[in-house]
């Protein structure tokens, strides 16, 4: 009489796991909202009613826990118009959001006038990567309530994102020294 084996384990299957994880992603418990901050009538972090109240009302699901809020027609100091974006976390946004984004859909140097406006208002800025990928330019100045990151190493649709400091992403090499925004083509003098 043959005797019988155990049969061995079935290997996990990759869409099973994948599954499983983003399920339990999708059950965390959401977390408060961050602190309201606003920035040139802008909202800039706090829960999804304060986007809503600023027009951030167009919303989509991202994924299981993200939703994005946006907007056009977005002035950031005085230049735009821009579209403009919130991307919330938790169940229905509940976590609220972080940082904005600011865009312009057809022309990647329409953000040019409103980091002209920055420079003339006294903001200094340094530039982070190696000039091949993700490369930012880091508007700070003293005082203010946010930090300003523009992608200047970036082909498709460049973006201005406004972070509270204590929320700004460390940047990956270090911050170097203005180089002045004559790398964008652009003078304060304009």
């Not at 600011?102 to 003339?120: C, E, N, S, V």
């Amino acid at each position: 009489m043959p005797i019988a084996l155990p049969r061995p384990a079935r290997p996990a299957r990759p869409r099973a796991v994948l599954a499983a994880a983003l399920a339990v992603a999708g059950c965390q418990a959401d977390t408060p909202p961050p602190p309201g901050l606003s920035f040139m009538a802008l909202p800039i972090a706090g829960s999804r009613s304060r986007a809503s109240a600023a027009g951030f009302d167009r919303c989509v699901y991202v994924d299981a826990v993200s939703l994005r809020c946006r907007k056009s027609g977005v002035t950031l100091m005085g230049a735009g118009p821009y579209e403009a974006a919130v991307d919330m976390r938790g169940k229905d946004g509940r976590s609220g959001f972080g940082h904005l984004t600011l865009w312009h859909d057809d022309d990647q140097r329409a953000l040019y006038p409103a980091i002209r406006a920055l420079a003339k208002d006294g903001w200094t800025m340094c530039f982070t990567g190696t000039e091949q990928a993700g490369d930012q330019a880091i508007f700070t100045k003293a005082g203010a309530p946010v930090r300003i990151y523009m992608d200047i190493s970036y082909y498709g649709k460049r973006r201005i994102r406004i972070f509270p400091p204590a929320g700004a992403p460390r940047p990956s090499t270090p911050c170097l020294a203005d180089k002045g925004l004559g790398m964008f083509g652009i003078s304060t003098a304009d």
